[in-house]
């Protein structure tokens, strides 16, 4: 089995750029991410499957050896099929977001920013006893007065990022679209 190697660094190139693409908060570069990483690993699956050869078709005096396996290339048939299906929902999820914030991008989520507050504020405190070990603690308590204060400004800005409407259901799927006026009756109207 021969591969060529112009493929194989073309494929492994497409999947480099669509992982990278993937790994961005753009739901746009997301789905763009996904098509070249789809395209990328389909190029590979191909690639490794070695020279054509004759159709895979067994009939009486057919050389096995000269025949094209067909499963690579069943499975990259499955991989389009399967990428087609990401990409439609990728482009919905998109096309949801842009109705609902006008963006497609992601934001942070609150509760990960709240865990790396955590992690960060803990590892701050044990620096500190570290640093001040055996003076007491009147010795740091500049230091965790300003650590409270910080503490605090993001707590407020966390609870600032959650503030939304009130209303789930419209946060979620959308507020209905205001209902056109009713047009008042005319005198002579017959109605």
């Known amino acids: 089995m021969t591969l060529s190697l112009t493929l194989l660094v073309c494929a492994v190139v497409l999947t480099a750029v669509g992982g990278f693409l993937i790994h961005t908060r753009n739901l746009t570069q997301v789905l763009i991410g996904i098509i070249i990483c789809g395209n990328g690993v389909n190029l590979f699956v191909l690639t490794t499957t070695g020279r054509a050869g004759l159709p895979p078709l067994l009939y009486p005096g057919v050389a096995h050896a000269r025949v094209t396996d067909p499963l690579p290339q069943a499975i990259a048939l499955t991989a389009v099929v399967i990428t087609l299906a990401t990409t439609a929902f990728v482009l919905a999820m998109a096309y949801r977001s842009s109705q609902l914030t006008g963006s497609d991008f992601v ?14 504020i803990a590892a701050e405190r044990a620096e ?34 959650r503030d939304a409407t ?18 008042a009756r005319q005198e002579n109207d017959p109605r």
Do not use: M, T, Y
């Not at 055996?134 to 650590?147: C, I, K, M, N, S």
């Open 107 to 120: 934001q942070d989520d609150v509760e990960d920013r709240r865990v790396v507050l955590r992690a960060e």
């Open 128 to 161: 500190l006893r570290e640093r001040h070990r055996g003076e007491g603690p009147r010795a740091w308590r500049d230091e965790r007065r300003d650590q409270r204060r910080r503490l605090r400004e993001q707590r407020a800005f966390q609870a600032r990022a």
């Open 166 to 183: 009130g209303d789930l259901w419209d946060d979620i799927l959308g507020a209905d679209p205001p209902r056109p006026p009713i047009p």
